[in-house]
């Protein structure tokens, strides 16, 4: 069956255009309810969401779904995705929503929904659901004396605060740390400065006056220029940029220097193989982290494995095969001690519970390797399948036998837009640009021949 709704992350588009309409949102609520039902108790769903203005319209809908079907609904309010899934375990839900395009321009949305254990769906599971949305929905109504119910969570907020700071070890404070915090205007408004705050943190707070549309405008983890700033202006030990539903994050030192996931995963990962908590010897993580990354861990004696891009596929391995760390060059890290998804306060959290063991600075303390010259560029195309060009392929053999054991090439095509990505990295950062540039140069042709 061709995916109609479900994309690479749950459903995401433009704000009251298909599929992100009140309509298909009230049938993602009936389906998604009615396919959980188990059993003869009352059952129920959490639904969070971040600060767009279209969340309003669309939990609106999805509560009028779910209890139409004789779901009961547990609104949240504004909660980082973590949240959701974290909430949706504790309170026993029998499914989870959250309400956000993540990093997105405001303009979008996206409903992401949690099985009972707070995982991602699977894709079998989304594949069901848009069979029911297809479906004839009058043969989900409950009876009148079983419509659902709805009630707000009001100590939501409370409870993630304390399972946040409970990730740390006991006793451990932070105190004397002065922390600039971007919340990109976006879910973890409240709780993340709060979280810090009552660890003994001084707390400078910026991202944190949402409208409905300045959620990821010029700033947060994909803008952390303005933490930068911050960060100096403060004489600040350390800059923390959360995304718009803070499931990812990105560091900035006491020197203004931008920390990716790659350095944090290494960070957590040597902390805890050190302290003997690190399982399966090693961390996931995808084809888009650094060379540097894998060299580093394996002079610990750790592996690194490899996943497609994508936080679903990195947990997919790491449950799979026993790991608790994982993540993403782009800041999304999974602790799967404490929790099923990205969580960037934790994974912040983890970070400087290592500035407080050690005693030295961020920009020591998160310096771990040295990264290998890595370039990416997108080229655009309008129809066909320039991978498949006979130039192409020609053009990716021939780098790959010039980079040799030197370096390494990733070539994929976007999961959302008509766009190939051309990255390489290595040793020789000349020998890196002229590999990419000659495959870039080879898709261009082919792009124009189709």
């Known amino acids: 069956m061709t995916r109609r709704y479900f994309g690479t992350d749950g459903i995401r588009g433009l704000a009251n255009t298909h599929p992100m309409t009140s309509e298909v949102a009230l049938k993602v609520g009936m389906a998604a309810g009615k396919l959980f039902q188990t059993g003869s108790h009352r059952h129920r769903v959490?639904?969070?969401?971040?600060?767009?203005?279209?969340?309003?319209?669309?939990?609106?809908?999805?509560?009028?779904?779910?209890t139409s079907v004789g779901v009961d609904v547990f609104l949240l309010g504004p909660m980082p995705t973590p949240a959701v899934a974290m909430l949706t375990r504790s309170l026993r839900?029998?499914?989870?929503?959250?309400?956000?395009?993540?990093?997105?321009?405001?303009?979008d949305n996206g409903i992401k929904l949690f099985d009972p254990d707070g995982y991602k769906l699977s894709d079998e599971m989304e594949l069901a659901i848009e069979r029911l949305i297809e479906a004839d929905s009058r043969t989900m109504l409950a009876p009148a004396d079983r419509i659902g119910r709805a009630t707000r969570v009001e100590s939501a907020q409370e409870r993630y605060i304390e399972f946040a700071k409970r990730t740390l070890p006991k006793n451990l404070k932070l105190t004397g740390l002065r922390i600039v915090i971007d919340c990109a205007n976006g879910a973890a408004y409240k709780v993340a400065p709060e979280a810090l705050w009552e660890l003994g943190a001084e707390v400078i707070k910026i991202g944190v006056e949402p409208n409905g549309r300045n959620i990821n405008d010029k700033c947060g983890?994909?803008?952390?220029?303005?933490?930068?700033?911050?960060?100096?202006?403060?004489?600040?030990?350390?800059?923390?940029?959360?995304?718009?539903?803070?499931?990812?994050?990105?560091?900035?030192?006491?020197?203004?220097?931008?920390?990716?996931?790659?350095?944090?995963?290494?960070?957590?990962a040597e902390s805890w193989h050190r302290r003997g908590k690190l399982s399966a010897g090693g961390v996931v993580a995808t084809v888009m982290s650094n060379l540097g990354l894998e060299r580093y861990l394996k002079?610990?004696?750790?592996?690194?494995?490899?996943t497609p891009v994508g936080d679903r596929y990195v947990v997919e391995h790491m449950r799979?095969?026993?790991?608790?760390?994982?993540?993403?060059?782009?800041?999304?890290?999974?602790?799967?001690?404490?929790?099923?998804?990205?969580?960037?306060?934790?994974?912040?959290?983890?970070?400087?519970?290592?500035?407080?063991?050690?005693?030295?600075?961020?920009?020591?303390?998160?310096?771990?390797?040295?990264?290998?010259?890595?370039?990416?560029?997108?080229?655009?195309?309008?129809?066909?399948?320039?991978?498949?060009?006979?130039?192409?392929?020609?053009?990716?053999?021939?780098?790959?036998?010039k980079l040799g054991e030197k370096g390494r090439i990733v070539i994929r095509p976007s999961g959302t837009e008509p766009v190939i990505r051309v990255m390489a990295e290595g040793d020789d950062e000349t020998l890196v640009n002229t590999v990419v540039g000659e495959i870039v140069d080879a898709v261009k042709v082919a792009a124009q021949a189709a």
């Open 46 to 66: 959490v639904i969070g969401k971040d600060t767009r203005l279209s969340g309003y319209m669309l939990e609106a809908a999805l509560m009028s779904g779910f």
């Open 320 to 401: 799979k095969h026993g790991y608790n760390v994982g993540g993403e060059q782009s800041g999304h890290i999974v602790l799967s001690d404490f929790t099923t998804t990205g969580d960037g306060l934790v994974s912040a959290l983890q970070v400087l519970a290592c500035v407080v063991a050690t005693g030295k600075p961020v920009s020591e303390v998160c310096a771990r390797f040295t990264p290998l010259p890595q370039v990416l560029k997108n080229v655009r195309y309008q129809s066909g399948k320039p991978l498949d060009d006979k130039r192409v392929r020609k053009a990716i053999e021939g780098a790959q036998l």
């Open 93 to 107: 839900a029998d499914i989870g929503v959250m309400i956000s395009a993540s990093h997105n321009k405001y303009e």
């Open 299 to 306: 002079t610990l004696g750790l592996g690194m494995v490899r």
């Open 221 to 268: 983890s994909t803008a952390p220029e303005l933490l930068v700033q911050k960060v100096k202006e403060f004489r600040a030990d350390i800059g923390i940029a959360l995304d718009g539903d803070a499931d990812r994050v990105v560091i900035v030192d006491e020197k203004g220097q931008i920390v990716d996931g790659d350095q944090l995963m290494a960070v957590i």
